[in-house]
């Protein structure tokens, strides 16, 4: 059993999503180990981004800040491979196609497998393109996670057919935010996926609080929130390890 399957092997998965950098890498380093000590069964880091469409203002303002304070793919790796030295809980890097080409593709991912990153998921990199990055995660032994939306329809079938590790399943239409009203739309998604592979399911986009994280638990394998946790670390900059890990706590809370 690898350590994404792990995640999704005692119940249902709880991912935060924070962005490396945000307000330093060392506040990061600290906020990983935190989390996976609440009991996060992975943890999504953002790799900052000037111009990141899938997100919005508070995502946005998050890169800005990471990137301001000097955050760099490098030092995000670095940062990674002290992580290891302690913890052995999966991490998924999100990020952009532009970053990833950038740095040199192969590179990359082949320090992807040296850091002991688990997975990588990319937002703005369409289906018909996978391509251009899937052969190099095979290569490195790296997650390439697919994403399915409420627009995917009839793409679902051959997106799951290739999928590994999970799908993330986007829960509404847009960019990333807190939403006070979720689609239902992610349930008849994760009914489709499971009638052509048994692979794990997780839920982001728009979730915020404990009462919208049970219910997306309840139709799903697993829950992804990431503007509510960044919005907490915005608010309380250096100090925001313990309110992001008393929140987060209240969300495991109501999942388990």
Do not use: W
């Not at 990359?108 to 899937?134: M, S, T, W």
């Not at 009839?154 to 990333?176: H, K, N, P, W």
């Not at 394998?221 to 209240?250: F, H, L, M, N, W």
């Amino acid at each position: 059993m690898n350590r994404i399957e792990r995640a999704f092997s005692n119940g249902k998965a709880f991912i935060p999503f924070i962005t490396a950098g945000d307000p330093s890498i060392e506040v990061t380093e600290r906020l990983v180990h935190e989390l996976a000590n609440a009991g996060a069964d992975l943890i999504e880091l953002g790799i900052p981004f000037s111009d990141p469409m899938a997100e919005g203002p508070v995502i946005q303002a998050a890169d800005n800040r990471a990137l301001s304070a000097g955050a760099t793919t490098d030092k995000i790796f670095d940062m990674v491979k002290r992580i290891r030295r302690t913890l052995d809980i999966p991490i998924a890097f999100m990020t952009y196609f532009n970053p990833v080409f950038s740095y040199g593709t192969e590179r990359f991912l082949y320090n992807c497998k040296e850091a002991g990153v688990d997975a990588i998921i990319v937002p703005d990199l369409p289906y018909e393109e996978r391509d251009e990055l899937k052969p190099y995660c095979e290569r490195s032994g790296i997650s390439y996670i697919s994403m399915i939306a409420p627009t995917s329809k009839e793409r679902i079938d051959r997106i799951v057919t290739e999928a590994e590790g999970f799908i993330y399943c986007v829960s509404s239409l847009g960019v990333t935010g807190v939403r006070s009203h979720l689609e239902l739309d992610a349930e008849s998604m994760i009914k489709r996926v499971k009638e052509f592979k048994d692979i794990p399911c997780a839920i982001g986009f728009g979730i915020a609080t404990p009462e919208q994280a049970k219910a997306m638990a309840e139709i799903s394998d697993g829950v992804i929130i990431g503007s509510a946790i960044v919005r907490i670390i915005g608010q309380y900059g250096k100090d925001c390890v313990k309110p992001v890990t008393e929140y987060v706590r209240q969300i495991i809370d109501a999942i388990k």
